[in-house]
């Protein structure tokens, strides 16, 4: 439903602009861009988006909303910097990216927020208003520290110490992520009819990409689904109130991702383990099967990685916990 609303905005927005004469399309772009109207421009970039995107009017929210800070992020700097958007000069572009980095920002996320900046002179040439495309040859240094050092894994010790302060909400979400591998976003989706503890089996309907998969649970999280499925599931006892406490076809109670990492991070705080975010749980997920079964391939399948070598560059732990074995005795 929440992809629905929102495919049916995008939809709005884009007719806004694409209902316009050319000649106004192109009006409307130049006198934005000239006035650096945050709004309109922002505006103009989710349109293009919906229309000339890959993924078109399928663009997840998520997307389409960090591409939009961007392009926010990029208009304070050109307004600071007195940079003429339908004309920049050819310093401004490698000039956005010497600032980001010189107040600390990591090159991956400079690398983002170049990105969104190029999508929005891509919509302003789109509308017709230039043919200026600034960060077509910027460069972006590559952050040579890999994936599993710079975000490592929560730890044995700290799953089993949250496990035992966790609620039954909050335990059950927190397998999903650490066994299942599970992104917060794909936890969040799941329907009573994805869950099958009997086959240990999930059913991710629309992982990253759109891409739907079957992922196999572990013991532990069939159990905590069976258990989950017995207080909340359909058929479940009531609260006092008479209401379910997961109302509907979803599995969870939360509606958003903040209010998962709100009630999440509650149970860290109780087991005294600095909470880091749902993905260290995936972490943890895709480096003991790595361990485990050294299958760079069966575990991207599982993790919904689209190129295994995503997985190899986030999530090899090999070499430094193996060696500690190896050099026993030295």
């Keep these: 439903m929440t992809l629905a609303v929102y495919q049916a905005d995008a939809l709005t927005q ?110 302003l040439r789109w509308a017709g208003a230039t043919e200026a495309d600034p960060f077509r040859d910027v460069k972006v240094p590559k952050d040579r520290t890999p994936g599993i050092v710079k975000r490592p894994p929560y730890s044995e010790d700290d799953l089993h110490d949250v496990l035992e302060k966790a609620g039954v909400h909050e335990k059950f979400l927190l397998f999903l ?48 689904a069976r258990h989950y499925r017995a207080l909340y599931g359909p058929g479940g006892p009531e609260h006092s109130d008479g209401r379910r406490a997961t109302p509907g076809t979803h599995v969870f109670r939360y509606g958003s991702k903040q209010t998962a990492r709100y009630h999440l991070d509650k149970a860290f705080r109780a087991a005294g383990v600095p909470f880091r975010g749902f993905h260290a749980g995936r972490k943890y997920a895709g480096t003991r099967l790595i361990q485990q079964i050294r299958d760079f391939g069966r575990v991207a399948a599982h993790l919904g990685h689209e190129s295994v070598d995503t997985t190899r560059r986030g999530y090899a732990q090999l070499a430094a916990d193996d060696l500690k074995n190896d050099l026993t005795g030295w």
């Design 14 to 123: 884009l007719r806004e602009w694409t209902n316009l004469h050319d000649d106004e399309l192109r009006r409307r772009a130049v006198q934005a861009a000239g006035e650096k109207d945050v709004n309109a421009l922002v505006s103009l970039t989710r349109a293009y988006l919906t229309q000339q995107g890959q993924s078109g009017v399928l663009t997840s929210p998520r997307t389409v909303e960090a591409y939009a800070l961007g392009v926010r992020q990029f208009l304070e700097y050109a307004d600071t910097q007195a940079v003429n958007l339908l004309r920049p000069g050819r310093h401004d572009a490698p000039g956005y990216v010497a600032a980001m980095l010189a107040a600390g920002r990591k090159p991956a996320g400079v690398q983002l927020k170049v990105a969104a900046a190029g999508c929005l002179y891509r919509a």
């Design 177 to 224: 992520t650490a066994h299942a591998g599970l992104r917060i976003s794909e936890a969040l989706s799941l329907e009573w009819e994805d869950l099958d503890e009997t086959a240990r089996r999930i059913h991710v309907r629309s992982g990253k990409g759109r891409k739907g998969r079957i992922v196999a649970m572990s013991t532990s999280l069939a159990r905590a």
